[in-house]
């Protein structure tokens, strides 16, 4: 069963009509009981880092997501905010993050940016996989929709699993183990997102 984590943020029904559309079994997850039964596991995330850190600690299902992903290693992807929520901080507040991976969430710097691109970088944009047999199995030139003000700063650059140009080039998917993360909304994104929700359904 594909969890999705409701605690409050995200766009928790789009990801249920996909994958029920699919035909694959997904449900909405708000207990740690519920948690302990998913094979497979979506974070979504929107809004502040701090605001979405604290509704996810105070949900109940922080202990029982740590050990899912940590300690049973179920296969978890985060989805915007939900993959910034997965480094250990953020500079858009002080709470710490999951630190699931090594990694920092950065603003983008505006010196950066030339007259055609301003904060938050939102809409449609290239994503260029380094490694095409995981997330981006049968995604030839795939575009994302976006919308965020922050990126995600991998420490290691093998984290990597894909990249986008705003300005400047930042991580638009990673990897570390059983955990992924989009900074895009495949949510969103149509038949290349559909196609992204599938492929980690069928790891």
């Given at each position: 069963?594909?969890?999705?984590?409701?605690?409050?943020l995200?766009?928790?029904?789009?990801?249920?009509?996909?994958?029920?559309?699919?035909?694959?079994?997904?449900?909405?997850?708000?207990?740690?009981?519920?948690?302990?039964?998913?094979?497979?596991?979506?974070?979504?995330?929107?809004?502040?880092f701090?605001?979405?850190?604290?509704?996810?600690?105070?949900?109940?299902?922080?202990?029982?997501?740590?050990?899912a992903?940590?300690g049973?290693?179920?296969?978890v992807?985060?989805?915007?905010?939900?993959?910034?929520?997965?480094?250990?901080?953020?500079?858009?507040?002080?709470?710490p993050?999951l630190?699931?991976?090594?990694?920092?969430?950065?603003?983008?710097d505006?010196a950066?940016?030339?007259?055609?691109t301003?904060?938050?970088?939102?809409?449609?944009?290239?994503?260029?996989?380094?490694?095409?047999?995981?997330l981006?199995?049968?995604?030839?030139?795939?575009?994302?929709?976006?919308?965020?003000?922050?990126?995600?700063?991998?420490?290691?650059?093998?984290?990597?699993?894909?990249?986008?140009?705003?300005?400047?080039?930042?991580?638009?998917?990673?990897r570390?183990?059983?955990?992924?993360?989009?900074?895009?909304?495949?949510?969103?994104?149509?038949?290349?997102?559909?196609?992204?929700?599938?492929?980690?359904?069928?790891?």
């Amino acid at each position: 069963m594909i969890a999705l984590v409701d605690y409050g943020l995200g766009n928790i029904q789009a990801f249920a009509n996909i994958y029920r559309r699919l035909g694959l079994p997904v449900a909405p997850v708000t207990t740690a009981t519920e948690l302990s039964q998913a094979d497979k596991i979506i974070l979504p995330g929107v809004g502040a880092f701090d605001w979405a850190m604290q509704r996810l600690n105070g949900s109940g299902m922080r202990p029982a997501l740590d050990e899912a992903v940590l300690g049973r290693k179920v296969p978890v992807i985060g989805i915007c905010v939900g993959m910034q929520m997965m480094a250990r901080r953020s500079d858009e507040g002080h709470e710490p993050g999951l630190g699931w991976i090594d990694a920092e969430v950065r603003r983008f710097d505006i010196a950066c940016l030339n007259q055609r691109t301003h904060l938050p970088h939102m809409g449609w944009n290239d994503v260029a996989p380094v490694t095409t047999d995981t997330l981006f199995r049968d995604l030839p030139d795939p575009q994302f929709y976006f919308l965020h003000s922050y990126y995600f700063a991998a420490a290691e650059a093998a984290d990597v699993l894909a990249t986008t140009t705003y300005g400047v080039s930042f991580a638009s998917a990673v990897r570390s183990g059983n955990v992924f993360g989009c900074q895009f909304h495949p949510e969103k994104s149509h038949d290349w997102g559909i196609r992204l929700l599938r492929n980690f359904a069928e790891m």
